[in-house]
């Protein structure tokens, strides 16, 4: 019987003899882990990007066209993120005002 594994869907790696020369779980450790990982380091680079973008500052539809979202929808993910930077700076204003008030 030939053995089959999930792999074959990925990659079309298979082999049609009765014995293996590799376990499935070995060829899947090989093809399959790294091929996640790099769908994973791409995304999470996607993300910092985005993020950084927003928290540099930069306008949410020029961010939206650069990350190339069809929606703004999907960019607005990356503006909550960047919320705590917002209250941040609301607060460096109340501290500005604060020092105002004790000149006086």
């Given amino acids: 019987m030939v053995q089959y594994?999930?792999?074959?869907?990925?990659?079309?790696?298979?082999?049609?003899?009765?014995?293996?020369l590799i376990s499935n779980g070995l060829r899947f450790i090989v093809t399959c882990l790294p091929t996640a990982a790099l769908w994973v380091l791409f995304h999470v680079a996607r993300h910092t990007f985005g993020t950084m973008m927003m928290t540099v500052g930069a306008d949410l539809y020029t961010t939206c066209k650069l990350m190339g979202h069809a929606d703004v929808r999907t960019t607005q993910i990356y503006a909550k993120i960047v919320d705590s930077k917002k209250i941040e700076a609301v607060d460096m204003v109340d501290k500005m005002f604060?020092?105002?008030?004790?000149?006086?």
């Avoid at 594994?5 to 293996?20: F, G, T, Y």
């Fill in 5 to 20: 594994s999930a792999l074959r869907c990925v990659s079309d790696i298979w082999q049609n003899n009765e014995k293996p």
């Fill in 98 to 104: 604060e020092q105002e008030e004790a000149k006086d």
